[in-house]
RNA sequence: GUGGCUGUAGCUCAGUCGGUUAGAGCGCCUGGUUGUGGCCCAGGAGGUCGGGGGUUCGAAUCCCCUCAGCCACCCCA
């Protein structure tokens, strides 16, 4: 579409058809995760990139290649973040973290990462995640992962995969890596040319790559569970046990590794097929994270979810939203005086707090009322010359097609009733 | 970043051995006798066929380039 503006590749335009959902979405998080007593916080989209670089890891894909940076005004290096944890925990750290004190955040927002896009890939994407950070315990990742089924849940997204894992500590990685490179080395004619590579830059990601080949090598690889020292193999252990406890479905994915560095002990996915090949509808796990310019490193757990992809998996699911944005009643006008007296009356009906709509071209009477019922308005309001000259209005019932008379005094009442009655009978067809 | 597919009215698309003023359905607008919707009927508006170049008497249709979208690789939410 050469000369039509159109917005940047991979970053979309929401109309209101479509906000409906992401309102509910995102009501529906802040009800959930209020439950488990998280607040909300928000952050600026833009953070120093050594922010980024830092937390996620100088050796990611996300830091090497798909960030936004840029540079601003007076020569600082920008980027817009990649993801949510690392501009929280620099939040948090800067407003001061008394010690032992836990924080239970979530962040509901966009985020930006430079990949080519595909089916429930964006590169501007929205993401909701939460954050309970300053306290180390398995089961708070597991509570965490609780909250999140009981969102999933109330958003109506069922047949989901639980996938877990444990990468173990930061003093565990050095062992496992030379495990795995050194198990890897020794099977090289028989990986992918990209696996080489990983060989190199990240061992841990081949546990993760898709080929079939690398699958069955990696199969035969030492699973990471048996290489964690005894502390980390033992809060896994834990992690698992509350999971049975809360009678939480999962599996224990020894291949889930994900790629943000700071990631330690506790992993997990949440899978869902039927969306393509990102099937993954939120991720996350505990971390340990170090803000630039302060030298403590900040311990917590936490996920994201992707907006786009629940909202893929809500419609692959058929679950419906409720349009919500619909009106009390359409007002229909004939004649110039009666149009400007209904001016006014649409005035006075929305200071009451009715969601009205009109005509404002002088359209003929045949097109308002098309019009009205295209709005799906329970009501028209009719009001030519005639009425307005005996102080009365029309109230038509769109759907049972049957009008009556009232005098403008008593039609906030009337309206009223009507849109108590439709608000029962809604509530009554939900049971 | 690498590949595959696609790009014709607001939307979904038809239309290729190149040939008169480019089509359908839906949507939109106006009517079907005075001021009343949903169904039906009749009219109407709306497109430089993504853009540029080339071949040709002539191109939406063939060739090249380019832009954009989707999907996959990759990566992750």
């Known amino acids: 579409m050469g000369k039509k503006t159109e917005p940047i590749p991979g970053a979309s335009d929401i109309f209101p058809a479509e906000v409906a959902e992401w309102l509910l979405l995102e009501a529906e998080a802040r009800r959930v995760f209020g439950l488990y007593g998280y607040g909300e916080v928000r952050t ?52 001061g973290i008394p010690q032992g004190d836990e924080k239970r955040v979530y962040y509901i927002g966009p985020m930006f990462r430079g990949e080519r896009p595909a089916a429930g890939r964006k590169r501007q ?69 990209d696996c080489r590579r990983r060989l190199e830059s990240n061992v841990w990601r081949i546990l993760d790559c898709k080929n079939e080949a690398c699958g069955n090598i990696v199969t035969g690889a030492p699973a990471i569970t048996d290489l964690l020292s005894a502390e980390s193999r033992d809060f896994f252990q834990r992690a698992c046990d509350r999971l049975d406890l809360l009678e939480l479905p999962y599996t224990v994915d020894p291949r889930l590794v994900r790629g943000l560095d700071y990631y330690e002990h506790t992993v997990y996915e949440i899978a869902f097929d039927g969306i393509g090949a990102q099937n993954s509808l939120a991720g996350g796990g505990r971390y340990a994270i170090e803000v630039p310019g302060h030298n403590q490193v900040v311990h917590g757990t936490g ?113 009223q009733s009507t849109v108590d009655a439709r608000f029962a009978g809604a509530a009554h067809a939900e049971e």
């Open 125 to 193: 994407f929205h993401q909701i995640g939460a954050e309970c950070v300053g306290t180390v315990a398995p089961e708070t990742d597991i509570e965490t992962i609780e909250m999140l089924m009981r969102y999933f849940d109330a958003i109506g997204i069922r047949n989901t995969r639980l996938l877990v894992n444990s990468r173990g500590t930061v003093a565990d990685r050095p062992k496992i890596a030379d495990t795995l490179a050194a198990y890897f080395g020794d099977h090289l004619d028989d990986i992918c040319e």
């Open 44 to 95: 600026p989209v833009m953070e120093r990139t050594a922010v980024f670089e830092r937390s996620i890891g100088e050796q990611t894909d996300v830091v090497q290649k798909e960030m936004y940076t840029f540079e601003d005004r007076g020569g600082r290096s920008l980027t817009l973040r990649p993801e949510g944890t690392a501009g929280i925990m620099r939040a948090l750290v800067d407003n």
């Open 303 to 415: 996920f994201a979810i992707g907006m786009e992809r629940i909202i893929l998996a809500r419609h692959e699911l058929g679950v419906a939203t409720a349009a919500g944005n619909g009106i009390d009643a359409y007002l229909v006008s004939i004649g110039e005086e009666a149009f400007a007296a209904n001016m006014k009356l649409a005035r006075d009906l929305r200071r009451q707090g009715f969601r009205i709509a009109m005509d404002l071209q002088g359209r003929g009477t045949k097109a308002q009322m098309r019009t009205a019922n295209k709005l799906e308005a329970p009501v028209a309001l009719i009001r030519g010359d005639d009425e307005l000259g005996r102080d009365m209005i029309v109230c038509k019932n769109l759907s049972a097609s049957e009008q009556l008379e009232v005098t403008i005094a008593d039609l906030p009442a009337h309206l």
